[in-house]
């Protein structure tokens, strides 16, 4: 799979992509990169890239015509004459990131990890020209319901959550369990020592009992998601990934019995 990043600032994306998993994934030849300077396609001497918004307001846009030669480098055309945004490039899907887009989730994460190639635009200043949207974007995608300065850490926080779910990349076993995949956050997880800061591992992780553990780990992950995403459960209960066993824990989360005392820490 491909990433291609549009940016006025390289370096920011660049790091993320030469270390760590990430790195050891491009050396493997899973994931390709390529980044590209906005800058570089800018016209006049002084290499401008932003210009004042028609109408007025406060700050300035970036300007279309560096970005739109950065997208002809990278063979993003235009879309051409259908009006609902029909994708135009099989092996490319263009996304800008702004804080105006769909909210990301592991589900679009998933989807996007199924794409070829994915090209990003990061807005700088006030964002892009909204004729550059209607004729190259297939997405608009918000990591979140804050406004950064630009968009190289999002897209980068997109490329994350994406390059991981690619096959090869990490084990499908580590995928499984993590928070999301199934809807509910994850169970607490403990390392050695036994003892730290006085405080102990919870009993059962020590009992070797396999059965216990994934009873005490789904009541776990449970608690976790009640206390802070309850939302989330009502959503895992309508795609019908709660399990009777489940629901009953959450009866005793929410109801707990006088007699019925917590077992395991
Ligand atoms: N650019 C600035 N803020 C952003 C956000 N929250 N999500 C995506 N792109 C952004």
Redesign the pocket.
């Given at each position: 799979m491909k990433f291609t990043v549009l940016t006025l600032f390289p370096e920011i994306p660049r790091a993320f992509f030469e270390n760590s998993i990430m790195a050891k994934a491009v050396e493997k030849g899973i994931i390709a990169y390529e980044l590209v300077n906005i800058r570089d396609f800018a016209l006049d001497k002084h290499k401008t890239c932003d210009d004042n918004p028609y109408g007025g307001g406060a700050g300035m846009l970036m300007k279309t015509e560096p970005l739109c030669r950065a997208l002809e480098k990278v063979n993003v055309k235009p879309k051409t004459g259908k009006k609902n945004g029909k994708k135009r490039n099989k092996t490319k899907r263009v996304i800008y990131?702004?804080?105006s887009?769909k909210p990301?989730t592991q589900k679009i994460a998933y989807e996007l990890s199924r794409e070829e190639e994915l090209v990003f635009i990061?807005?700088r200043y006030e964002?892009i020209d909204q004729r550059i949207i209607d004729s190259y974007i297939d997405d608009e995608?918000?990591?979140?319901?804050?406004?950064?300065?630009?968009?190289e850490?999002?897209?980068t926080?997109?490329i994350d959550s994406v390059y991981r779910l690619v096959d090869g990349v990490i084990s499908s076993e580590s995928l499984e369990e993590e928070s999301f995949t199934d809807g509910l956050l994850e169970y607490p997880q403990y390392t050695r020592p036994e003892v730290f800061a006085g405080m102990k591992v919870p009993e059962i992780l020590l009992s070797g009992h396999h059965e216990n553990i994934r009873k005490w780990r789904l009541k776990k992950r449970l608690e976790k998601t009640l206390r802070y995403r309850p939302e989330l459960i009502a959503q895992a209960r309508n795609n019908g990934k709660l399990t009777e066993e489940a629901e009953k824990m959450i009866e005793e989360i929410t109801n707990p019995s006088p007699l019925s005392g917590e077992t395991g820490d």
């Open positions: 990131v702004t804080p887009g990301l990061c807005g964002g995608i918000s990591i979140g319901d804050y406004v950064l300065s630009s968009g850490l999002a897209a926080v997109i």
